[in-house]
């Protein structure tokens, strides 16, 4: 590897005005802005950028620079910026409810939200539990699943299981279901009772499944099985699984995976909770990616893109099977946020989904996302460059030293090339994000109004710059 850490290019940015209290803003971050997930010194020393405006799918930082918005903010603007009606839809509802919580009382918009989900919801998931954002959805599926099963009178049903590598949340709960030692570490002792099975990741499974997907299907299938046979089935209350799982780069299932997956939670009495916090509303191609995959669960989590960020919302959908101990009042789930089903951001949410409706954007999904696919696949020319996968618009594009082996870079290498990737597509006017939960993967989730011509504009950012890449490796 030919580049080192100290001719990385590193991005200024001057200024963005001052506070109100007459402080550099830049220097006012430095001291007082606690980043989420953020080396705090890359304030001081002028690496971070201040974004402050966004227009359609770009985004303006206080250099000046346009940079195109290749990740939905964070897998979140799936309408796209600037959506005049969905503030317009916040402001009508501050001014005639600006706050109620829904502990005892409803509110019209959150009603209104409830009833338009259920119905777009499979199966029977037919009841809506609010919360405001995607790690509480996840802490409340699992408190719930924990009582239920105490009130179906099996009380020992309280652990959980999720995949190797996935992300779930940082709440203390969702944290223990999160598979990422980096995260958890920190923050030890978690919540006892959570377990894990191998992810989907095909590209980088054992070699005989590369080109049998019906037997890495099973494969996966019987590690589940044997997870539940092992702990005991009388003990493990639910499995959490993304319909395509996010961190270490878009895993999608492989065929008749779910409805093995569905097959085993049924034959052992296990809920199946579907976390679509990242690929609902559109992201994978339908409103619920549950759908998309074709299978029903019997919870879905759900946040993110039911508002396209436009303010902070949650949404855990629940079947009747679960609901059902809890409807004459003889049980309460002793549990909630204050607050979870804002009455704005459920105005805002459902002026969102007239947008998706109006604009036919699940729809535009399903029609352009093969095209999305192609068009990053035409970077296979590049020498490391090993895989494109994902669904709808949720791509990841892994790099690997040898496509043909599939050779990983060192982790040394690995950390060098994603403190050069970073900097250089922004400063290539691209906003993307190279995964640093696994393997070297750059995620790509554009909004849902993107079109070939923006996916063209990718393509050629990313090309500009894997290329240059390749030249500092060889």
């Not at 999160?178 to 995260?183: G, P, V």
């Not at 490391?384 to 060192?410: A, C, W």
């Not at 090339?417 to 006017?429: D, M, S």
């Amino acid at each position: 590897m030919s580049s080192t850490a100290h001719d990385l290019p590193v991005v200024t940015h001057p200024s963005a005005g001052t506070t109100p209290l007459g402080t550099p803003r830049n220097e006012a971050a430095a001291r007082h802005l606690w980043g989420h997930f953020t080396d705090q010194s890359g304030w001081s020393e002028g690496r971070l950028p201040t974004v402050v405006r966004a227009e359609g799918h770009y985004f303006w930082d206080s250099a000046g620079r346009r940079i195109f918005d290749g990740l939905s903010g964070l897998f979140v603007v799936q309408a796209g910026h600037g959506r005049v009606e969905l503030a317009e839809a916040a402001a009508r509802q501050a001014r005639e409810l600006a706050f109620f919580p829904v502990w005892g009382y409803a509110h019209t918009p959150g009603i209104d939200l409830a009833e338009r989900l259920a119905l777009a919801a499979p199966g029977d998931l037919d009841h809506v539990f609010f919360t405001t954002g995607g790690s509480e959805a996840v802490e409340t599926a699992w408190k719930l699943v924990k009582q239920y099963w105490a009130l179906q009178g099996k009380p020992l049903k309280r652990k959980v299981i999720s995949r190797e590598g996935s992300y779930h949340g940082t709440t203390h709960g969702a944290l223990s279901l999160t598979r990422i030692t980096s995260y958890q570490e920190p923050y030890t002792p978690l919540v006892a009772g959570a377990l894990q099975v191998p992810n989907t990741n095909w590209y980088r499974s054992d070699p005989q499944f590369w080109h049998d997907e019906d037997a890495y299907a099973q494969w996966l299938a019987d590690q589940l099985e044997q997870v539940i046979l092992a702990e005991g089935p009388d003990t493990v209350a639910a499995f959490f699984v993304e319909p395509v799982q996010n961190s270490g780069g878009c895993f999608v299932a492989p065929r008749g995976y779910f409805d093995k997956v569905r097959a085993i939670a049924d034959r052992y009495d296990v809920l199946l909770v579907s976390d679509e916090v990242i690929c609902a509303y559109g992201r994978t191609g339908g409103l619920f990616a549950s759908v998309d995959q074709g299978y029903v669960p019997d919870v879905i989590t759900s946040s993110k893109g039911l508002t396209s960020g436009y303010s902070p919302i949650g949404a855990v959908l629940v079947s009747d099977r679960v609901y059902e101990p809890f409807r004459d009042g003889t049980a309460v789930f002793r549990h909630g946020y204050t607050f979870g089903g804002h009455p704005v951001s459920a105005a805002v949410a459902l002026a969102n989904l007239d947008i998706f409706e109006r604009e036919g954007l699940v729809e535009q999904v399903q029609r352009q996302g093969p095209a999305f696919k192609a068009t990053l696949e035409r970077l296979f020319d590049i020498p490391i460059v090993g895989d494109v996968r994902g669904s709808g618009y949720f791509y990841g594009i892994e790099l690997t030293r040898d496509p043909h082996t599939r050779e990983r870079f060192s982790d040394a290498e690995a950390d060098t090339i994603r403190a050069f990737l970073n900097p250089a597509l922004y400063e290539a006017g691209l906003y993307v994000r190279a995964d640093d939960r696994g393997d070297v993967v750059i995620q790509l989730a554009p909004p849902l109004t993107s079109t070939q011509e923006d996916f063209d504009h990718i393509e050629s950012i990313l090309r500009d710059v894997l290329v240059r890449l390749a030249q500092r490796l060889e």
